[in-house]
């Protein structure tokens, strides 16, 4: 079954202590995100990777660490997690479209508390 | 001003009705549009995707895309109860590499 996955799927945590969040795709994707959702924020993009070794920043990426070593996995990292952090986290992969577009598809998420 | 702007709803539909979900955005290089829908808990699901001028139909849904005028459209037709959801505009400049995403309209079909 073609999907995303990530784990953990909930975590609480304390500041301070360095966690990482795995996102693993099965079907061949170049293109990896992260993403976080907060009431009233929406969807904002932390970090994406267009390919192995190749990352960006995303609209909010201070407070993460990403890499990408190998094509199906992206892992989020988080150094030194503070309570602002508390947030339901997606990973999302993509192939390219006929149009030569990126059609995106989301893991079930994580749910991250920082208390 | 936001670089992609819903109705954050609620919208209120009785079923068998026309839902019609509006979304603007501000980046005239925007290449590529998407409609997510979002269950209460649960991770966006891709239900259409429109990359040039014009209508798209996918069943009971239809994308409708003007870029002159920077507006994305989405139609439910015979709206259902299982329906109710939080829509998602989203829009890529880049080649997949940003996507920014509006608020959400909230949909409630109405029994």
């Known amino acids: 079954e073609a999907q995303v996955t990530q784990n953990p799927r909930y975590l609480i945590t304390v500041t301070g202590k360095k966690l990482t969040v795995t996102c693993s795709q099965n079907?061949?994707?170049?293109?990896m995100s992260w993403y976080r959702q907060d009431p009233g924020l929406g969807l904002r993009q932390i970090y994406y990777?267009?390919?192995?070794?190749?990352?960006d920043k995303g609209d909010v990426p201070e407070g993460y660490k990403v890499s990408r070593k190998e094509k199906r996995n992206f892992p989020l990292i988080l150094e030194s997690p503070s309570p602002n952090q508390t947030s339901l986290y997606f990973c999302?992969?993509?192939?390219?479209?006929?149009?030569?577009?990126?059609?995106?598809?989301f893991g079930p998420g994580t749910r991250l508390t920082v208390t | 001003q936001k670089e992609v702007e819903q109705n954050s709803g609620p919208l209120s539909v009785p079923e068998g009705a026309i839902a019609s979900l509006n979304c603007t955005y501000s980046?005239?290089?925007?290449?590529?549009f998407f409609w997510y829908r979002q269950y209460s808990g649960k991770s966006p699901e891709l239900i259409m995707s429109?990359?040039?001028?014009g209508d798209k139909e996918d069943g009971r849904f239809t994308a409708q895309l003007n870029k002159a005028s920077q507006y994305v459209s989405l139609l439910i037709r015979d709206s259902q109860p299982s329906d109710s959801a939080t829509y998602l505009c989203?829009?890529?400049?880049?080649?997949?590499?940003?996507?920014?995403f509006g608020q959400g309209t909230e949909l409630s079909v109405k029994p």
């Open positions: 079907m061949n994707h170049e293109y």
């Open positions: 999302a992969s993509s192939y390219t479209g006929t149009s030569g577009s990126y059609e995106q598809y």
């Open positions: 989203a829009v890529t400049v880049l080649r997949g590499g940003k996507l920014i």
């Open positions: 980046d005239r290089v925007s290449q590529s």
């Open positions: 990777s267009m390919n192995v070794e190749v990352t």
């Open positions: 429109i990359y040039s001028n």
